[in-house]
């Protein structure tokens, strides 16, 4: 692989210290509507932005839409959490099944960046098993790639970030580029209480830089790392990957909603993307399309996408589009602490264990979670007891209370089942296109998760001396939905991201995830976005065009 800075030389491009490099946006190439391109890409976060950088790097013509604004921290973001609440995808969209998801604020984000721009920086990596599921525990399914296939990438992208961290003794047992961030009084409690019951608890792994990188400030452990990183420490790819793309060719149009994928109904290839820009409707022609726009909007603009070819949907030949959404069950358990804590004052990401992201065939539950700092801010805790049915004085009572409490999370691998899917709902957004309606339904083995990680969290902050704990059940990450499969009825795209249906359409964000494991998923989704343009960018130079079959 080559050096870091030969390869990504985004943290070398911003300005020293916090902001953006204006110059680059203003000077950036621009192509028209009717140049073709050599591809154009919906969606500017974790998975197209990636491949943008990746593209124009080796030279493509590549353009990327994205539905939201080209953010400027300096001026966009504030150090608040109410006045954040611009970053997230607040779009209508309908929610449904026995156990509808709220989407909203906990899901996706828009604007150049994704959703990583109010991420809260954890990226750990999935675990060599969560690549056959099936074939190991009889559950959920297995990917078309090895882990083995994706290390060199996760290793590039965890430089490119960079990742702070321990060494890493879990799934594939690795270092980290940056060493770990000193500990706030949450990851002193969560290491404490984890040590006195025997579980491994590791400081990392977190995108945000530890010290200087290239431009790029470090830390101030201010503690608003899901509103927007506005020193530019935490990474984002609106700052690791968005200033080397656009230094190397690539444009970007901001607010500009793809709306439709147009398909030559004689040639079965993919034209080019319709979209919406300040209210006129817009088509970039291009010889490829990717589409990136997160797990809801990604089988949205798909099953939008209708032909005579395609009657239900763009790729949706074997019923596949929308379905194996999955979301991971996150329920965050508090313990109070008769010291003070101030869990605000640090990044929420702090320390992590693995212990029980495994199969134990002891239990009666196959997969498993992982355990994370969070450290809810105000608003934040206050829906935290809320949820306990705490109201009035009692509320008030907790509020005043909050520099006490200390708080961890879970991520439990809830199981990709056929019947979580996306579909189209009668009612349509304010371009006239009908919004997604995600339906979901919990399996016995996630509900038997969510209880077992509760538990875990509680005895962790009992054993660090916590003298009354609450938990709060929610959800977190949105994957799949547009997924990964060895063969066409199984799935929406082939081991490279590449469409079975359309040669040359591609979906390189998380859509594509077949399972997800208890792992956070904006590096796999980084990783998975950099392999797949390694494999269009060599088989460009071998002159393999995209309507033929290789590997
Ligand atoms: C509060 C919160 C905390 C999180 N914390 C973590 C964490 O610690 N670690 C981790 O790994 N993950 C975390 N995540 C999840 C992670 O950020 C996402 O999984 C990841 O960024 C998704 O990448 P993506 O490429 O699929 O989509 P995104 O990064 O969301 O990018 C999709 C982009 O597409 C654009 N778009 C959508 N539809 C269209 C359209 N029709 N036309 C044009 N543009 C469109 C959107 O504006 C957006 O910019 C968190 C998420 C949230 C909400
Ligand atoms: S705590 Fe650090 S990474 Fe998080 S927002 Fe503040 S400066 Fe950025």
Redesign the pocket.
Known sequence: MSSLRGRNESAWLLPKGPGSNLGLRENMRRYRDDDELDIVI?????????LLQRLARAGWRAVG????PFWEPEQDWVSDEAGSHHL??TEPRVIGGSDPVPLG????????????????????RFHPSDFHTLSADGVGADWPLEYGELRPYYEDIEAELPVSGEHWPWGDPHTYPHRPHPVSGNGELFLRGANACGVTAKVGP??IANGRFGNRPHCIYRGF??QGCKVNAKAS?LITHVPDALAHGAEIRPD????RICLDERTGLATGVE?VQGGIQRFQRARLVAV????I??P??LLNSTSPRFPDGMCNDFDQVGRYLMVQGAPQTAGRFQAEVRMWKAP??EVSTEDFYETDPAKPYKRGFSI?CVSPLPITWAEHVAAQGHWGAALRRYMSDYPHWACLGALCEFLPLEGNRVTLADETDRNGIPVARFSYSQCDNDRQLMSAAQQVMEQILNAAGAEEVITINRY????GGARMAATEDAGVVDRNLRSFAVPNLLV????VLPTQGS????????AL?ARAAGVLVQGARRGVTMSTKED
Do not use: K
């Not at 604020?105 to 750990?124: D, I, K, L």
């Not at 977190?476 to 994957?479: D, E, G, S, T």
């Not at 792992?519 to 980084?526: C, D, F, K, S, V």
């Open positions: 919906v969606g500017c976060g974790a998975g197209g932005a990636t839409l994205d539905a939201g997230y995808w604020s906990n899901n996706s984000g828009r604007g150049v960046g994704g959703s990583m721009v109010h991420f809260a920086g954890y990226t750990p977190v995108a790392c899901l790819p500009s909603m793809a709306t979209y990136a726009g997160y797990s909007e990604t949205r603009l929420p990401p994370q977190a990450h949105l994957v390189t964000d998380g859509s792992a956070n998923p904006a590096l796999t989704i980084m976005a």
